[in-house]
């Protein structure tokens, strides 16, 4: 090839790079990204975020929505990642919807008052309060906790935000426990089985990869967690309701553990375009069976229900836009 015929070549293939990018480029700015904040790789959020973005990003050529569902320290700090523009959607613990919207109970939303554009798109899985402990720790039942290696989880995990209910509701402090740890929700089982912890607790929907680590890794139980006080937590708030582990869901545990629980839910702020909302709740519920197929615990999920059960916020109006089309409100 002459030097001539190369250059020409080569400006050639330059011009059609450059005509690629242009084009990339004009794609990408139609483009709408969408972030659901979900909690540890361990848990259901997790599954929960993943799911409904596998089934957005299946029309991603018709909508232009590309969705991501990072991992997350949990209700509380997806709350607030909302709250600041920093993620558009999230998972969250009904009662802290609920505390949210108040500006009540949590540290965090005490401080910065009630978040009134919060808004529900629908609630999931139930999630029953669930304590794992080593079976050579003595713990028998939730009030033997006391003066224990106790992982409490992170800040900003709803499972430790409820666990400070009722801490206060008993009138614990961490100095109740001999250790007060913070681990994130997927360091604990290790933490358990490596004998650093006597018990971890998480709000959680079953079964979940946390608690099958745990009891298969070591030696380790679901405890029952009822009383006095948590029967007054679940009459006074409608967020909480009596819960069941099934027996046999986990080694160790072939009875049925009974415990309270709240619901799972997915929040967004009415910031949030409602065309973008309209479609990922679009691609939840006419896929709803292909959703169900993800997780044993949507398993017996009903779109009715989820758009009424366990939502103190009010609907976002993308959301509101979808479930009147299908004739469910
Ligand atoms: N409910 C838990 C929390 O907010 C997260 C559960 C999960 O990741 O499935 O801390």
Request: charged share 20%; proline share 3%.
């Amino acid at each position: 090839m002459s030097l001539k015929n190369k250059l020409a070549t080569t400006l050639l293939s330059s011009a059609v790079g450059l005509a690629a990018s242009f084009s990339v480029t004009a794609n990408a700015a139609e483009q709408t990204y969408v972030t659901i904040g979900t909690g540890g790789q361990t848990g259901v959020y997790y599954v929960v975020g993943q799911s409904i973005c596998r089934l957005v990003n299946r029309q991603t050529a018709d909508h232009g929505i590309k969705c991501t569902a990072p991992s997350t320290g949990g209700s509380v700090a997806n709350i607030n990642a909302v709250r600041q523009g920093q993620q558009d959607m999230g998972m969250a613990q009904s009662d802290w919807q609920f505390h949210a919207l108040h500006g009540s109970k949590h540290q965090t939303f005490k401080e910065q008052g009630k978040f009134e554009d919060l808004r529900a798109l629908f609630s999931v899985h139930n999630e029953p309060f669930t304590l794992v402990a080593r079976a050579d720790s003595g713990i028998e039942h939730f009030d033997d906790l006391e003066g224990k290696r106790v992982n409490l989880t992170n800040p900003g995990s709803g499972t430790r935000g409820t666990m400070e209910v009722i801490m206060e509701e008993k009138g614990w402090t961490n100095e109740t426990f001999k250790l007060a740890a913070e681990l994130k929700s997927a360091e604990q089982a290790q933490a358990l089985c490596d004998n650093k912890i006597d018990a971890m607790i998480y709000a959680v929907g079953h079964p979940s990869g946390a608690i099958k680590e745990a009891t298969t890794s070591c030696d380790a139980k679901v405890i029952p967690v009822t009383g006095d006080v948590i029967n007054k937590l679940i009459k006074e708030n409608d967020f909480y309701a009596n819960a069941t582990i099934p027996g046999g869901m986990y080694k160790g545990s072939d009875q049925d553990v009974a415990t309270f629980g709240n619901a799972a839910t997915m929040v967004t702020s009415a910031k949030v375009d409602a065309d973008t909302v309209y479609q990922v709740v679009k691609a939840v519920f006419d896929n709803f069976d292909r959703f169900k197929r993800l997780h044993p615990a949507f398993n017996n999920l009903d779109p009715k229900a989820m758009i009424s059960g366990g939502l103190s916020a009010p609907l976002h109006e993308g959301a509101v836009r979808y479930y009147k089309e299908k004739g469910w409100m």
